[in-house]
């Protein structure tokens, strides 16, 4: 969900595009949802909609190697100078990224801001994969905040050498804007460091002690919280002493196991979906619309589009398989974009669906039709690639028997699938 957060830093040109929506409508058409915060959860109940029933929070955890120390701080600051020979025996770690919500530049700015005899006894170490252009990039940063000199980018850092930074930094500071979890604080405090995080998304969930966080945004508030915790005995004896939030990777696994076990135990053999008495069935048609003098596309007006449209007993709508173009003629019902079929479904403003299946199949066509249970029309004399388990052929239709027998698959249960040769 950063993508949908925060567009203007992520998708903006390609927000509307229908594969990052489609695997919006994957998580809003789940059965179940799983996630690693209750921050996650609550983002995934208020944006997509999803009900709050469906969604467990199963938590994360950390590889045994996150651990204390067993051997001395000389020791292991020399086996880090082996691959950083600049490195300062009292650093300030930030594991970051080069992605805007890691706030690499807040971090620099607020270590920039500390008095300078506290700074001057320091070194800030960033460690992250960097590109020459985004690391030429923070080096400049550093070097306008006059800190350029006691700034060490690491680069790519394995996770031995990672266990070893988190267990020698006299503290880990994490300036992020948004996590879906926040594994590096665990994992550093898990090492035994001393950790001080920002105060939004999931982070309160995993250092629970509201002194050891921050406000990201205000760097005035990094920097106070940076200067308490490397110089204040009070905050750096509370910094040690902050609880273990109680994740772990077996208790995460034990909530997995038990949404699967649910899931199984609610099965209903037969799942319909209920129409109001009366009111024509809400049917969304699934199929290509351009070019028109496709033989495809024309079997699929003919036989399936014009016909639903003009009965009485459906309310139909039409999914476009492509791009659609700004002006579509003669359509006889309303267009939508692909994209939307899933939200649609999920919100329960379709009461059935009818693929419209030609001979090349769209890879988003064939998508939807393995999440999204519905009917197959084949305008071709083959099944056209459409997935042997969805469908249920009714062999030997005439095109006029086309619309009566879709008429008695929609009005069946709602997870039957029917594939109308013609």
């Not at 992250?128 to 700034?151: F, H, N, P």
């Not at 309160?204 to 990201?216: I, T």
């Amino acid at each position: 969900l950063i993508p949908y957060l925060f567009p203007e830093h992520y998708i903006a040109e390609r927000f509307a595009s229908s594969a990052y929506r489609r695997r919006l409508g994957m998580i809003a058409t789940s059965d179940a949802v799983v996630t690693d915060s209750r921050s996650a959860a609550d983002d995934v109940i208020r944006h997509l909609g999803v009900d709050p029933a469906r969604v467990t929070v199963l938590g994360a955890g950390v590889s045994a190697q996150f651990g204390p120390p067993a051997d001395p701080l000389a020791d292991r600051i020399a086996a880090l100078r082996a691959e950083w020979p600049d490195l300062s025996a009292r650093y300030v770690l930030v594991p970051t990224a080069a992605d805007w919500r890691k706030n690499s530049l807040g971090a620099i700015e607020a270590f920039a801001g500390l008095p300078p005899d506290v700074r001057d006894r320091h070194q800030l170490v960033l460690f992250c994969r960097l590109t020459d252009d985004q690391r030429s990039d923070l080096e400049a940063a550093a070097a306008a905040a006059g800190v350029g000199a006691q700034v060490l980018f690491t680069g790519f850092v394995p996770d031995e050498l990672l266990v070893v930074l988190y267990q020698s930094a006299e503290l880990v500071m994490f300036p992020t804007y948004y996590e879906g979890f926040g594994l590096p604080v665990l994992e550093a405090r898990r090492c035994g460091a001393r950790v001080i995080c920002s105060n939004n998304s999931s982070l309160p969930e995993v250092v629970v002690d509201v002194r050891a966080r921050f406000n990201p945004f205000d760097t005035a508030d990094v920097t106070a919280t940076l200067h308490r915790a490397l110089t204040d005995d009070q905050t750096i004896g509370m910094l040690e002493r902050v609880p273990e939030a109680g994740f772990s990777w077996d208790l995460a696994v034990e909530r997995l196991i038990a949404v699967y076990d649910d899931l199984v135990d609610d099965l209903d053999p037969d799942p319909h979906r209920a129409v109001a008495t009366g009111a024509p069935h809400r049917v969304a048609v699934v199929g290509p619309l351009i070019p028109a003098q496709r033989r495809d596309v024309v079997r699929f007006r003919e036989l399936v589009l014009d016909r639903l449209a003009a009965d009485d007993r459906f309310d139909v709508t039409a999914y476009a398989v492509h791009h659609l173009p700004e002006v579509l003629i003669d359509i006889p019902c309303p267009v939508r974009p692909g994209a939307e079929l899933a939200l649609a479904w999920a919100s329960g403003d379709v009461d059935a669906i009818v693929y419209a299946v030609g001979e090349a199949p769209s890879r988003a066509q064939l998508a939807s039709m393995s999440l999204l249970p519905g009917h197959a029309v084949l305008l071709a004399d083959s099944r056209a690639g459409v997935p042997a388990d969805r469908a249920l052929s009714f062999r030997g239709a005439a095109d006029d028997d086309l619309v009566p027998a879709l008429a008695e698959a929609i009005s069946a249960a709602r997870r039957v699938d029917a594939a109308v040769t013609t």
